[in-house]
Protein backbone atom coordinates (compact mmCIF):
# COMPACT_ATOMS: atom_id res chain seq x y z
CA UNK A 1 0.00 0.00 0.00
CA UNK A 2 1.33 3.49 -1.33
CA UNK A 3 -0.09 6.05 1.21
CA UNK A 4 0.59 9.89 1.87
CA UNK A 5 -0.11 10.17 5.68
CA UNK A 6 -0.17 13.74 7.38
CA UNK A 7 2.43 13.87 9.49
CA UNK A 8 1.88 15.52 13.15
CA UNK A 9 4.51 17.03 14.47
CA UNK A 10 3.17 19.02 17.11
CA UNK A 11 1.20 18.11 20.39
CA UNK A 12 -2.63 18.09 19.84
CA UNK A 13 -4.20 19.02 22.99
CA UNK A 14 -7.02 17.26 25.06
CA UNK A 15 -10.32 17.81 23.27
CA UNK A 16 -8.65 19.03 20.14
CA UNK A 17 -9.56 17.47 16.84
CA UNK A 18 -7.29 16.29 14.10
CA UNK A 19 -7.38 14.64 10.59
CA UNK A 20 -5.41 11.88 8.94
CA UNK A 21 -5.30 11.38 5.25
CA UNK A 22 -4.11 8.50 3.48
CA UNK A 23 -3.75 8.43 -0.15
CA UNK A 24 -3.26 5.15 -1.93
CA UNK A 25 -2.07 3.72 -4.65
CA UNK A 26 -1.10 0.07 -5.94
CA UNK A 27 -4.57 -1.75 -5.91
CA UNK A 28 -8.34 -1.35 -6.98
CA UNK A 29 -9.37 1.34 -4.16
CA UNK A 30 -13.03 0.76 -4.69
CA UNK A 31 -12.81 -2.91 -4.26
CA UNK A 32 -10.77 -2.58 -1.34
CA UNK A 33 -12.00 -2.88 2.58
CA UNK A 34 -10.27 0.16 4.35
CA UNK A 35 -9.11 0.79 8.05
CA UNK A 36 -7.28 2.92 10.74
CA UNK A 37 -4.66 0.53 13.33
CA UNK A 38 -3.18 2.05 16.10
CA UNK A 39 -0.12 1.22 18.42
CA UNK A 40 0.69 3.00 21.41
CA UNK A 41 3.90 2.59 23.53
CA UNK A 42 4.47 -0.78 25.12
CA UNK A 43 0.97 -1.84 23.54
CA UNK A 44 -0.02 -3.94 20.35
CA UNK A 45 -1.75 -2.89 17.56
CA UNK A 46 -5.29 -2.46 17.64
CA UNK A 47 -7.69 -1.63 14.86
CA UNK A 48 -9.24 1.77 15.78
CA UNK A 49 -11.97 1.81 12.53
CA UNK A 50 -13.06 0.15 9.06
CA UNK A 51 -15.27 0.77 6.37
CA UNK A 52 -16.69 -1.45 3.62
CA UNK A 53 -15.47 -1.45 0.26
CA UNK A 54 -18.83 0.37 -0.77
CA UNK A 55 -18.91 2.56 2.11
CA UNK A 56 -21.95 1.16 3.30
CA UNK A 57 -21.26 -0.67 6.63
CA UNK A 58 -18.09 1.19 9.29
CA UNK A 59 -17.04 -0.09 12.21
CA UNK A 60 -15.07 1.65 15.26
CA UNK A 61 -13.37 0.47 18.25
CA UNK A 62 -15.47 0.92 21.60
CA UNK A 63 -12.46 3.54 22.89
CA UNK A 64 -13.43 5.84 19.88
CA UNK A 65 -17.21 5.46 19.34
CA UNK A 66 -19.00 8.83 19.03
CA UNK A 67 -15.43 10.19 18.39
CA UNK A 68 -13.87 8.76 15.48
CA UNK A 69 -14.67 9.11 11.40
CA UNK A 70 -13.71 7.39 8.76
CA UNK A 71 -14.96 8.37 5.40
CA UNK A 72 -13.33 7.45 1.67
CA UNK A 73 -13.06 9.40 -1.27
CA UNK A 74 -12.98 6.94 -4.35
CA UNK A 75 -12.20 9.64 -6.92
CA UNK A 76 -9.09 10.04 -4.52
CA UNK A 77 -7.92 7.02 -3.87
CA UNK A 78 -8.07 8.66 0.14
CA UNK A 79 -9.20 7.26 3.28
CA UNK A 80 -9.91 9.51 6.22
CA UNK A 81 -10.24 9.49 9.75
CA UNK A 82 -11.52 12.30 11.72
CA UNK A 83 -10.55 12.84 14.88
CA UNK A 84 -12.40 14.69 17.36
CA UNK A 85 -12.23 15.14 21.20
CA UNK A 86 -8.95 13.56 21.49
CA UNK A 87 -7.19 12.28 24.43
CA UNK A 88 -4.13 11.59 25.85
CA UNK A 89 -4.60 7.59 25.25
CA UNK A 90 -5.46 8.54 21.98
CA UNK A 91 -1.52 8.81 21.36
CA UNK A 92 0.04 6.17 19.46
CA UNK A 93 1.42 5.70 15.56
CA UNK A 94 -1.33 5.36 13.50
CA UNK A 95 -1.19 3.47 10.46
CA UNK A 96 -3.81 3.47 7.52
CA UNK A 97 -4.24 -0.58 5.71
CA UNK A 98 -6.90 -2.53 3.07
CA UNK A 99 -7.86 -5.83 2.12
CA UNK A 100 -9.92 -6.96 -0.48
CA UNK A 101 -12.30 -8.41 1.96
CA UNK A 102 -11.98 -7.10 5.18
CA UNK A 103 -9.01 -5.38 7.47
CA UNK A 104 -10.46 -6.67 10.54
CA UNK A 105 -10.40 -10.65 9.67
CA UNK A 106 -7.09 -13.09 10.09
CA UNK A 107 -4.42 -12.93 8.65
CA UNK A 108 -5.23 -9.07 8.62
CA UNK A 109 -4.51 -6.39 6.00
CA UNK A 110 -3.29 -7.63 2.88
CA UNK A 111 -1.54 -3.71 2.28
CA UNK A 112 -0.56 -1.16 5.35
CA UNK A 113 0.90 2.27 5.04
CA UNK A 114 3.36 4.01 7.01
CA UNK A 115 2.89 5.13 10.32
CA UNK A 116 1.52 8.90 11.32
CA UNK A 117 2.52 9.44 15.00
CA UNK A 118 -0.45 11.06 16.80
CA UNK A 119 0.39 12.66 19.90
CA UNK A 120 -2.67 14.39 22.48
CA UNK A 121 -0.96 16.20 25.61
CA UNK A 122 -1.19 18.96 27.09
Known amino acids: LRCSCRRVGGLVEPGGSLRLSCVTS????????LGWFRQAPGKEREGVSS????????YYADSVKGRFTISKDNAKNTVYLQMNSLKPEDTAVYYCAADPISVRIAPGPDYWGKGTQVTVSS
Open 51 to 58: ISSSGGVT
Open 26 to 33: GFTFDDHA
